[in-house]
């Protein structure tokens, strides 16, 4: 069965300071991607970043980057210089392969920051 | 911006009703997916789509049908609405850019069956 864990329900962090959300999955396909989004308050669900299971370098997108520890399943998002509008739920998924390309997502981590 | 859209955008109906939720893309794009979001359970798929009338059924699709007639339209119904039902509903299309592959999600449909 896939799964995908975040096992922190609520996270605070000092303005200006980075910040690691977990996420652990499982799976036993060796081609799968893995994702990390934001919902805000508003409610509309942002995409963030992406890692494919056979990119060797971690995924970065601006003050996003993927921590991927392939062996440890594991791929933390860390938000670096956090600002008051990163306060938002996040999501880590992941995509197995396939027909149809299922996704698979976690319950979500609640940021907050700290002015 | 993917160009997806959600109708409708809020729906109050009562128990035993059918539903049908509509998604709404302007770029063909093959996927399209419906989840529900619901609290502590994150987004779980309904159903999705891998092209015109090839669907299949996601991890919580009872009491869910879908329909995909056109590239760019992918309906939600629920038969017969219940309580159990009232949720926030997503569609999604999955997008391939290079090495890079998204989801990008509609708005969302606010559902409460009374």
């Known amino acids: 069965a896939q799964k995908i864990t975040q096992t922190q329900p609520g996270m605070f962090v000092q303005e200006k300071e980075a910040v690691t959300l977990d996420c652990t999955y499982d799976t036993s396909d060796q081609s799968y991607g893995l994702f990390w989004y934001k919902q805000p308050s508003s409610g509309e669900m942002i995409f963030l970043i992406y890692?494919?299971?056979?990119?060797?370098q971690n995924a970065t997108e601006g003050r996003y980057s993927l921590n991927f520890q392939k062996a440890r399943k594991s791929a933390n998002l860390v938000i670096s210089a956090s600002q008051l509008g990163d306060s938002a739920m996040y999501f880590c998924?992941?995509?197995?392969?396939?027909?149809?390309?299922?996704?698979?997502f976690g319950t979500g981590t609640s940021l907050t920051v700290i002015p | 911006d993917a160009g997806i859209t959600q109708s409708p955008r809020h729906k109050v109906t009562e128990t035993g009703t059918p539903v049908t939720l509509r998604c709404h893309q302007t770029?063909?794009?093959?996927?399209m997916y419906w989840y529900r979001q619901d609290p502590g359970h994150g987004l779980r798929l309904i159903h999705y789509?891998?092209?015109?009338?090839?669907?299949d059924k996601g991890e919580v699709s009872d009491g869910y049908s879908v329909s995909r007639s056109k590239t760019e339209d992918f309906l939600l119904t629920l038969e017969s609405a219940t309580s159990s039902q009232t949720s926030v509903y997503f569609c999604a299309i999955s997008v391939q850019r290079g090495p890079q592959e998204t989801q990008y999600f509609g708005p969302g449909t606010r559902l409460l069956v009374l």
């Open positions: 890692q494919g299971s056979y990119d060797e």
């Open positions: 998924a992941m995509r197995r392969p396939g027909r149809g390309n299922q996704f698979y």
């Open positions: 789509s891998y092209g015109v009338k090839d669907t």
């Open positions: 770029e063909n794009h093959r996927y």
